[in-house]
């Protein structure tokens, strides 16, 4: 990685300005962003700003050929095969909102079988939920082995003809494992579901080819890969969209309104209902092309090794625990500290200037298999070095010091 | 804003050795509290005789700040009233904000949780206790059932 | 108003280096930006951007405090109880979406009656298509007198133990009609049903206040008052939003969850799943305070009479009819143009700089009403003054004398 | 970029007194056709004999440039084979469009429409037509019911 990566992020020299240098290691909550993304959305308010598609005048085509631009580039960032598969949203959460109530709540019958895993974020639980007790469909989960994989075995022994959808997360956002989302797929499509990828940890961190992946759906988040806040994406195939029922009603969504009927314009526009994230869009556009000159491949490898640095550094502090998994770990770095609660953690780092997530990372089912209440997660991106790893090792050493047990004191009547 | 304000000796014992730990068996009031933004977790439980907190407790899993401070609070709130224990309350949510005032004897060991206001990110794990006591009392269906049928 | 406040728009000085000046007159579809609120979203990018709500650093904490102040700059604009009334979404229509699904799926019942208007956007249609195709519930409309007005009586006609919802749009979006929402709110509650107000086209432009109006509900967008593209909020009385089951499921908006179950945040967190659009808000609240600095009521006072103009200066012109209501107009102003077709008039007046709108304005049934395919619209907001009046009118002179009709011409075989 | 680049007395022509205006009875083919962004509304019926398109109509409404080219088309079309129309209706979106090109004789009065490549938004209504009569001829259905049972 460019060792002056940092100065792409402005973010990083104003906090400097404060006194003390930004250590910043919770990407996988959101990334910071580059000068090229801020400006980006600033020009096209200052420069292009209009509504889109209905236009009858200039400003508003250029506003619509830059939204649909963004479009066009976010499909080849993850291999889609055509600008059409790819609808906007607000973020991951809704794309798989959208899946659950478009496709859910019109498909799904009581008895149907869902498939989830032990590795969830609640976005990929709660939507089920939801749609379960208004369909009556059964969740199910792929369960989690000790070194903190997917046990695949889990999914053949529960898949079956009435599994309607199998949805699984791609990269864990606690664990940092990579789940084998090819397989997943095939085996969901053999049973005659469909398949859906949470790719809100994929798609910033390594390059994605949904095709090669072979999924029915992929989410992802606009603001975790360098991208501004309110836009996301899922992808589909094209044929499943068009089969689709609606989601949100509204302007830009219709062919034909009548007072009590309505029929829908074609994919994706059917699903973009209202007024759309259009500054959001160009913004993403900026960051998917950002990404794409650094290069994901490398994106990956540096991450990875400093995944696989940070695991290890922090491994030889005593009382430490490393929730990672052996061979196929990412930049996730979650731990614990005994005696020490992640939420002190994190504040004993942020006075070193090393902001880290304390949680349950929205994945409390997971917790309570690895039987914690939290954890305290370092997620790694693009602006992180081992410097960044050292600073952070020390910081906890420092952290424990001062957390030592220590006998019932007399300060205390 | 150093560590050593927020992490105090009389927080970490606090922490390490909590007070009143464990919940009433027939408690006149209860009820559990999350601190949503890092899954702290605290029940509180209390036994009103003659009108006045014959007994306070709490259980629950958290950080040092929420569970030194529901320790704390569950010293504090004992041979008080119920008006008495809100007003503390709410002198102690003035502290940990940060409100100018003078924070004497009658804070107790709570005393030592000043330091909470130079830490934004903490202030609700300090107060997790006392919402969440609050919030027993102020439950719509009254004193628990236990309480009615003494 | 200020004679230099296109000044504070960027956008103009900008598209005039291109040659001639931006007349825009789309406001009623997305307004212009002023410089304070595109450098508030700058500015967090580049300053304080983390994820909010979960995070235990301090530049969380600030990304988190940024995003609460928007919240209760939201509710002081208009006049909200408490800042946990407004809920943020990402423009009128998933406020008003969110209506349809959280409380429509979960309480209407097949023969419920859900009480629209004759001059609706598809915003507050197509939602109410989808739930009623769900739930069996019915959907009536109040109707439009031959003044572009709402007939009450109509109204009251219909109204009964049957009716659970009224939602009504506070000003037409195509006919600028100011609708008497108090007195529609008052009915519908004496009825036992709930009401709803459309305020994408009120908030921008007058001053609103929802406890005066009395309504359950009140939806606005961002982008219609100066704000980023991607929020908007949703008012709702509090105690409803507590009774209410949650739309979105995800993360920030649960409590506890379990592998099939979950239980929720308090309001308005519940309905706020996922990471939000923390740059949007943060540029709302400047959008906001910008607004209050013009002040709403001159704000109100400016658009009235530049439409009131401009309705007068355009029926001059032979052949031009208006659809505004005689007293009750405000900044837009439809109209059509014999022989000429609204999407001929916005190319003729784009080659003169003149921005307006052609077409059925997501208002199809209205159109079907008013016996039109379309109509070209301009709107008017405080950046226009008289002279984008005249422009517009002798433009549009220009055009009708293109069309003037012709015998058949010998030009073609 | 001028007005009169765009609404020629040739296309002012066809929309004032459009050509083959109405609907075949029992076409071989028929399509309706929606310009999302503005509203215009065109319905197309082709009636087909010994495999050469023997009648072609359209009917609807909208802006001068939808209705023109579709008068334009349903006369191009006229005594050509289905092969023959898709390809002048690729031909005609590469004009619109501005593609560099050719275009010559057998464009017709369509020539007149070489005028709205320079006008990005109005490509949409110059194409709604052609884009109607290749829908018409794509139906999954294949021809009508109506030619069948002749
Ligand atoms: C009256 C009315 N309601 C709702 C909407 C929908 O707004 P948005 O597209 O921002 O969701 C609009 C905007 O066109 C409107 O004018
Ligand atoms: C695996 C995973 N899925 C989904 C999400 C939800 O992303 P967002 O909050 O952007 O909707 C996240 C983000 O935390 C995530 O890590």
């Not at chain 1, 580059?34 to 508003?60: F, Q």
């Not at chain 1, 689709?244 to 009927?261: A, D, K, R």
């Not at chain 1, 770095?333 to 002190?344: A, G, I, K, L, Q």
């Not at chain 1, 910081?395 to 030592?404: D, M, P, Q, T």
Request: charged letters at 25%.
């Amino acid at each position: 990685m460019r060792s002056d990566i940092k100065n792409d992020f402005p973010i990083f020299a104003n906090w400097r300005e404060k006194g003390k240098p930004l250590i910043y290691l919770d990407s996988a909550a959101t990334t910071q962003k580059p000068a090229r993304v801020i400006d980006a959305v600033s020009e096209y308010y200052s420069r292009y700003n209009a509504n889109v598609h209905r236009g009858t005048y200039e400003l508003s085509q250029l506003a619509t050929d830059l939204y649909e631009n963004s479009r066009t580039a976010v499909a080849r960032f993850i291999n889609a095969e055509r600008a059409e598969s790819i609808v906007f949203t607000r973020n991951a959460t809704e794309s798989l909102n959208l899946i659950a109530y478009a496709w859910g709540l019109n498909n799904l019958k009581k008895g149907d079988e869902v498939i989830l895993s032990d590795m969830e974020h609640h976005s990929n639980l709660v939507p089920w939920h939801i749609i379960s007790r208004h369909t009556g469909a059964v969740l199910k989960f792929i369960r989690m082995n000790s070194d903190f994989q997917l046990d695949l075995q889990s999914l053949k022994d529960n898949i079956g003809p009435r599994t309607k959808v199998v949805s699984v997360v791609h990269v864990s956002n606690v664990l940092g494992t990579i789940n084998p989302v090819k397989e997943i797929c095939r085996l969901a499509h053999e049973a005659g579901a469909i398949a859906i990828v949470d790719g809100a940890q994929s798609a910033p961190h390594m390059p994605v080819d949904v095709r090669e992946i072979g999924c029915d759906f992929y989410a992802l988040s606009g603001h975790k890969m360098c991208g501004p806040t309110g836009i996301g994406a899922l992808y589909a195939r094209y044929e499943l969209l068009e089969r689709m029922e609606p989601f949100l009603g509204g302007g830009e969504m219709i062919n034909e309104v009548f007072p009590t009927t309505s029929n829908y314009a074609k994919p994706p526009y059917k699903f973009e209902a209202g007024t759309p994230n259009i500054a959001g869009a160009v913004g993403l556009k900026a960051a998917v092309e950002y990404l794409e000159a650094v290069g994901l491949k490398e994106v990956e490898e540096h991450e990875i090794a400093l995944g696989d640095y940070a695991a290890r550094r922090l491994a030889e502090i005593e009382g430490v625990r490393i929730f990672r998994p052996k061979t196929t770990g990412t930049g996730v770095v979650s731990f614990t500290v005994e005696n020490v609660h992640p939420h002190d953690i994190s504040t004993i780092l942020d006075s070193e200037g090393v902001a880290i997530r304390a949680g349950h990372h929205c994945a409390q089912p997971l917790m309570r298999k690895l039987q914690v209440q939290s954890t305290a997660r370092a997620s790694f991106y693009i602006y992180n070095d081992k410097s960044d790893v050292e600073v952070l090792a020390s910081a906890l050493e420092k952290g424990i010091a001062l957390f030592r047990p220590r006998k019932k004191a007399d300060v205390t009547k | 804003m150093s560590l050593n304000d927020l992490f105090t000796e009389i927080i970490l014992d606090h922490y390490q050795h909590p007070h009143n730990h464990g919940l009433i068996p027939n408690p006149t009031y209860s009820s559990r509290g999350f601190n949503e933004s890092c899954g702290d977790d605290v029940q509180v439980s209390v036994l009103i005789k003659n009108g006045i907190i014959a007994d306070a407790r709490f259980s629950g899993a958290g950080c040092s700040i929420s569970q030194a401070s529901a320790s704390i609070m569950t010293d504090l709130v004992k041979g008080k009233s119920i008006e008495e224990a809100k007003k503390l309350a709410s002198r102690f949510y003035d502290m940990v904000k940060g409100t100018e005032g003078e924070y004497g004897e009658e804070m107790g060991d709570a005393i030592s949780l000043q330091g909470v206001a130079k830490f934004p990110v903490r202030v609700k794990c300090a107060t997790l206790g006392w919402h969440t006591l609050e919030e027993a009392f102020a439950k719509n269906d009254g004193p628990n059932s236990s309480e009615e049928t003494k």
